[in-house]
């Protein structure tokens, strides 16, 4: 009998994704109000530096959280489930979608609302969602950002495709 193929994980395209994630979050730590972003009112650590630092991002942090969203989850993604080109660009379309459902979703809001099943309510994260549907605002920047971070993250995956320390299964 066969042994399956062994399967290597790119603990670099890894932790270039959760690097990027965390400037993606920080955006929220700093420059937005701690009441607007869910796993920063939800702390009981108080980690909001809203007030303590000036305004970091300017411009740029309005939509760098959705271009580092699609960035860093492809990448990752992409990191545990290595693979060639076609692998890779199904996963960087994959999160383009999923972000971009998410940016739509803001823009028909209540249309969204009306969908969510009750049982989401008092679950972490997804107890969130009315809130991100009804507060959330549309932004065409945030769509040419997830395309650009999704687009980045193929051409990155596709770089780093045999770089970096990987590990088999």
Request: with cysteine.
């Amino acid at each position: 009998m066969k042994s399956p193929p062994s399967h290597s994980i790119n603990w670099f395209q890894i932790a270039v994704g959760m690097a990027v994630l965390m400037v993606g979050a920080s955006v929220y730590l700093v420059d937005r109000p701690p009441e607007d972003t869910y796993f920063i009112h939800r702390s009981p650590y108080g980690i909001s530096l809203h007030q303590d630092l000036p305004n970091l991002f300017g411009v740029m942090g309005r939509s760098l959280p959705a271009f580092a969203h699609a960035f860093a989850f492809t990448v990752i993604t992409g990191g545990f489930i290595t693979g060639g080109k076609k692998g890779y660009f199904t996963i960087a379309v994959g999160w383009l979608v999923v972000d971009s459902a998410f940016e739509f979703g803001q823009r028909y809001g209540e249309s969204m609302i009306k969908m969510i099943p009750s049982w989401f309510r008092g679950i972490p994260f997804l107890e969130n969602l009315e809130s991100f549907f009804r507060k959330g605002t549309f932004d065409w920047m945030d769509i040419l950002a997830v395309i650009g971070g999704s687009a980045s993250a193929y051409f990155f995956l596709a770089a780093t495709r045999k770089n970096g320390v990987c590990l088999k299964n």
